[in-house]
């Protein structure tokens, strides 16, 4: 299974996220590399376990799918 990661390494996380975001905007917006940059710091954004995105992304989308 899956472990989960404690709310104070989801925080700090975030926080380094944001702060690389925010240093890096001057250099991928000039670079154009803006929306795969972004894409994959979404990715680690959104981790709350050790599963991978896609996985966890799939598994909340496939109760939506209407058969």
Known sequence: MSKQ???SII???RI???LVGL????F???AGVRAPFY?????QWIKRNDRPSWM???EQNSQFVLF
């Open 5 to 7: 990661f404690s709310t």
């Open 11 to 13: 925080i700090v996380r």
């Open 16 to 18: 380094a996220l944001f």
């Open 23 to 26: 240093v890096s905007f001057p």
């Open 28 to 30: 991928v917006a000039m």
């Open 39 to 43: 894409s994959a710091l979404h990715r």
């Open 56 to 58: 966890q992304q799939a």
